[in-house]
């Protein structure tokens, strides 16, 4: 699967956007890009993929750029309850190994009163 | 959405002895489960992957007589961790996918918070 790489941090303040940018320049083009979180000592959590349209749903918009080298995760209105760490993950969706994740350091997202 | 719980949330064992974790796809078949380890300040790593009814694929470098893990049901996976010592402490963090959740969305568990002393 092609690697991602995302800053280390960011930090954002209560009811502005967050964007979480994340670079997939090796993207194949049967590869989709994935969105989880992790809040401290929780499981991750899904939050929203793509192939190369743009998808909106409750939680987040993912912004996927023409030439698929690039996304940004979208939180329109940061709350406190938003601060965790945002991984991007790129995988094939085919069968057998293909469903693996791999998760790599993440953003860590602050969002500040 | 899908719902994936563990059990125990926490648990503290003494060096030698052997602790099992339960992971259960509550309102769905999961067809497959994926057991990860997460050390402290650092990304989850996948240790296995488990098909209902056969046996699990080991990540390279995870010991598969250490972590055994069982399928034995579309809603059930369980992770032994034998003989554990000090450096099996770790955050375990199970996934589930299949059924009418589709074949590849991954729902992760809670998580189980292993101590051991």
């Known amino acids: 699967d092609a690697k991602t790489t995302q800053p280390p941090s960011m930090d954002c303040a209560e009811g502005r956007a967050a964007n979480l940018p994340c670079n997939h320049s090796?993207?194949?083009?049967?590869?989709?890009v994935y969105w989880y979180r992790q809040i401290h000592s929780q499981g991750p959590q899904y939050i929203i993929h793509?192939?190369?349209n743009n998808e909106t749903n409750e939680m987040a918009s993912l912004i996927i750029t023409e030439d698929r080298k690039s996304s940004t995760l979208i939180l329109p209105h940061a709350t406190l309850r938003d601060t965790a760490v945002y991984y991007c993950?790129?995988?094939?969706?085919?069968?057998?190994?293909?469903?693996?994740?791999?998760f790599g350091k993440g953003t860590l997202l602050t969002v500040n009163p | 959405g899908a719902v994936v719980s563990q059990h125990p949330s926490r648990v503290i064992c003494k060096s030698g002895t052997s602790v099992k974790i339960e992971c259960r796809s509550l309102?769905?078949?999961?067809?497959?489960m994926f057991w990860y380890r997460q050390f402290p300040k650092q990304s989850l790593m996948l240790m296995a992957t488990?098909?209902?009814?056969?046996?699990?694929?080991?990540e390279q470098g995870v010991e598969k007589d250490k972590f055994l893990i069982n399928h034995a049901s579309l809603t059930l996976s369980t992770l032994t961790v034998t003989s554990a010592h000090p450096e099996d402490s770790s955050f375990y963090i199970c996934?589930?996918?299949?059924?009418?959740?589709?074949?590849?969305?991954?729902?992760f568990g809670p998580g189980t918070r292993l101590t051991v002393t």
């Open positions: 996934s589930a996918s299949g059924g009418n959740r589709g074949t590849y969305e991954q729902y």
């Open positions: 090796t993207i194949s083009g049967n590869e989709y």
């Open positions: 793509g192939l190369k």
């Open positions: 993950i790129v995988r094939k969706n085919s069968g057998g190994s293909n469903y693996k994740l791999t």
């Open positions: 309102d769905f078949q999961a067809t497959t």
């Open positions: 488990s098909n209902e009814g056969s046996k699990a694929t080991y």
